[in-house]
Each structure stands twice: as C-alpha cells, then as structure tokens.
C-alpha cells in the first residue's frame, strides 16, 4: 500500500503572514475580545440553497465554510493535511483508498461522524436528485464506499484518480449530518447540519444569515491556531451587492469583513492602517474568456486566434485594476504549483487579426463596420454575470468589445444577474463568456476542457464552455487523472496545457479574485482549500 499522511496542524506560512503581518497599526494595541457578533457583508449572489451539495457555486462555498468541513484540508502552497479524515492508504491499483476517520468528532445535531456519514455523503453528491455539479463531478469515480468500521471507510474508484483528495478537499464535497440530509432537500438547504465552528441559526432570504457558535467544536482544520470553540459569540452574513454600499458600511464600523472590494478600496487599505487587505486568489482555473468552438463563428479555430489577438486586455487590467492584479498567460491560477504559461500566444496584433478573418471568409462589412459572411454578421454574445464580475472587469470586457470591433467583430454585452446568466449558457446563446470555476488541484483542466464536460451534471451545468472536443487532449486529461506518480503526472498537465492554450478558445485574464477587507477584527484567515475565510480564530477589537 502507498501511504499518505500528513501533521493535523499543518499551518500556511503564507496565510499566517497575511493575517498578521498585515494587521492595521491602529488595532495592535487594543486588546481583542471573546464574543460578540461579527458582521461579513457579501458582494457575491446570495445562495439559493446553503447546502453545498446542491449545486456547487463560489457563494455557497463561502458560506458553508463557516458550518460544514471536509475529509481534508490543504495549505496555501498545495500540501494536502488531515481533517476529518487523519490518515488514508492507497493500493497500488489507485483503485481502492482507505480512510481513517476522527473519532472525536459529532455534528451539531449530536449525531456521530463515522464512516456511515461519509457514505451518506458521497451518495447525496451522487444522486441526481439532489442536482449536484461541482461536487457531483468531483467525486465521480467513487463507485463504492465500503463502512468497514466506525473510524474506517473505504473507496472503491471505477478508475484511479489522482485529484481524490484534492476533490474531497472541497466545500461542496464537505461533510454533513445525514439526519440533516434525511430532512429533505427544503429543510437541509435552508439550514445544514455540519461539524464546523458555527451552526446555521436563521436564514432571512434578501437581508442575511446568522450563525451561532458551536460550542462542542472539536476538529480545528489546518489553519485552526487554537483548539476549542471559535471566540465570536455569533456571525451575521449581510448580502450587500453594491461595492461602494459595502465599503461605506466597513468605513462607518457598521460591518467588520467586505469581499469583493473594488480596486481603489484595497489600494486605499494598503495605504492605510486602519484597514487590513487580505490577497487570497482561488485555486483552480484563471479569470479567462473562454469562445465557443462548438458554433459558428469561433468553430473556425483561425476566428477565434484573431479575437484573441485584437482583443488587446493588458492596459485594460493595468488602468483599471491599479496593480492589484496580475495579467496571466496560463489557463491555471498563480496558486497552482502545475500551472504552464505561454505568453507569445497571446500578442496583440490587428493586422494579423485581419488577415485571419479574411482568411476565414469574413471579408464583407456592414455599415457599421461589423464583417459579414454569407450575409451572417460577425456576432458574438457574451453575457456578464454581474454576481461574478466586479465593475473594473466589467470595463474591461467594454473595452475589449472596442478593441475588437476595430477588426469587425460585434460583441454583444449582456450584464445579467446569476440566475440569467445560468440560463444564458444552458441554452447555448453564447459565443463568449467569462466563467469562472474553482477547485483544487489540476483536474480543474478535465472538468473544464475534456469533451465529456461539454454533457450536463445533473444539475444541468455543463463546465466545458469552450466546448472543447480534442481527442488527444482528452488522452493526456485522463491519463493524468489517473496517474500517481508527481513528476509525470506534472508533465501530462503541462502538455494538456500547452495544448489548450494553442487552441486559442480561452484568453487567459489573471487569477480568479479573492479580496477582502477587514476592521476592527483580527485573526481572520483564509483556507487553503479555494481560499474561503474562517473565522474560528476571529476576535473584535475595541
């Protein structure tokens, strides 16, 4: 049997720095208080379902943190630690995994964690009623899990993969009650039950959430620094969708942690001392545009190259994102040790932009500029997600839109809520879109851009927006997912990458944002997992 296990308290220096290091000169000489309520104020979408199995999006993640936990943790730099689960094995097939489970650890219903919940678990993210696709896809190759004992359950894969851990690091893979689950999907979106620091106590759908501590909390993750209940007495989770509505609310006191602050909030903190930034960009895939091959006109690979290099996005990101942002050339984030970057890909230049599309037979114009083929006009709908994209990226996809308008294309914007957005891609009435995903670890290259993502999760999600069909780029996905051994598992990826990126159907932006702002708070940190925040070491000041 290879072995792998790793120290429980296992903590990220990176994240450490960033909780200190960065703390507001104001508030290092006030004395931080037990109890009390902290206020978090949320620019993303509010969930419609708070159990992470339903589903799968950022929002959820962010909140479920708070209330569920998963199998295992991982740190900032990728090392994958013990949570629930403290030590695994796997058989030298890759086809058999066998964890072993805390035993000191029970759901805030007061029932026991053992392997029988885990079973339950797995079961619900498998089972199409409950409309799962993040964590559906993430555990799609368990076949079985065998309850050997109460501390011991035992995957049975269908094929070997090597992201099993990474998958079961995830919030939408995280563990619950299965006496929450047994409820009903209604009851257990509106308040699941987990292990985690706090307990789901009223959700007031448009306004906020409040959550109460657990004061039998026993399974401090890899980023816990104290072990025992969190200090804060309670949360409440504002949902607050205007950028400037919630910095208003941090400047006044009125809330103590924002995300999603816009650039000039955060370049403002860092010049400042009362207010502390917290950089912690998600794992997983870039902030990218992915085309659409699957349909006319980016099903032509030469259209889809002259897009990408009229599109023209770095004084873009510089002017509008005030060096808070890195431009990337990878289709994998900064924080991901595997990730390849080709930069000569992607070099700005209209008149070749130009002699692509003429090759490719747009040669006519319409009035307005637009290039015509067969009296079809060079349209490209792209609908925005304005849950998703903050203000400084929204400008730059209009200015994207003006800069390929220059070479004929025609961008149709379409800012649209989550819900809209949602709807947009599952009728196929896109030719581009900006879709962020998150999970941990490279296999975010086979949920995205193997040809068997272009099929629906039960959810009716599909994840492969570019809609990706390459044989060959399949054989290397799949043999990575299978593959064990690091380095060589490194080098598929490495050249699945170089061959996604030659496809020219994504135009890398820079890595999926993770910004918050925090006063009069100290001890907040970000997970290693897809860089939620925890609040377990969390106390007040002043």
Known sequence: MLRRALPLLALSASVALIATACSPAGQEAAEPATGGTLVYATGDAEPTCLDPHVGGNYPQ????????????????????????????????????????????????????????????????????????????????????????????????????????????SMPWTAIQSPAGIERGMEENCAAPIGTGPFIVEEWVPQQQITLVRNDDYASPGPQGEHEGPAYLDEIVWRFIPDAATRQAALASGEVHVIDNPQPDAIVSAEQGDEIEHIDAPRPGSVNRIELNAGQTPFDDARVREAFIRAADPNPGIESLYLGTVTRSYSPLGSTEPMGVSDESLFGTDPDAANALLDEAGWTERDADGTRMKDGQ???????????????????????????????????????????????????????????????????????????????????????????LSDPELDALLDQASATHDEAARADLYAQAQQRILESFTILPLYDQQNHFLTRGVTGVTTLGTVATPTFVDARLVG
């Open 377 to 467: 006009r060079l349209t490209v709908r792209f609908p925005v997600s304005t849950n998703q994209s903050v203000a400084a990226e929204q400008s730059l996809f209009e200015q994207i839109q003006a800069n390929t308008a220059a070479v004929g294309f025609d961008v149709q914007l379409s800012p649209v809520d989550l819900s809209t957005w949602y709807g947009a891609l599952g009728a196929n009435e896109y030719e581009a879109v900006s879709a962020p995903y998150t999970r941990v670890g490279p296999e975010v290259l086979r949920v995205l851009y193997h040809s068997d993502g272009i099929v629906p999760a039960p959810s009716g999600y599909f994840a492969n927006h570019a809609q």
């Open 61 to 168: 993640a962010l909140i479920s943190s708070q209330y569920l936990e998963p199998l295992v943790g991982r740190t900032a730099d990728g090392e994958i630690t013990p949570w629930l689960a403290e030590d695994w094995e796997v058989s030298e097939d890759g086809l058999t995994w066998d964890l072993t489970l805390r035993e000191d650890v029970t759901f805030t219903d007061g029932t026991p964690f053992d392997a029988e919940a885990v079973k339950v678990n797995i079961e619900h993210l498998q089972d199409p009623e409950t409309a799962s696709s993040t964590g559906y896809l993430a555990v799609s190759k368990v076949a079985e899990v065998e309850v050997v004992d109460e501390t011991h359950a035992r995957f049975h894969l269908s094929e070997p993969d090597s992201a099993l851990l990474e998958s079961l």
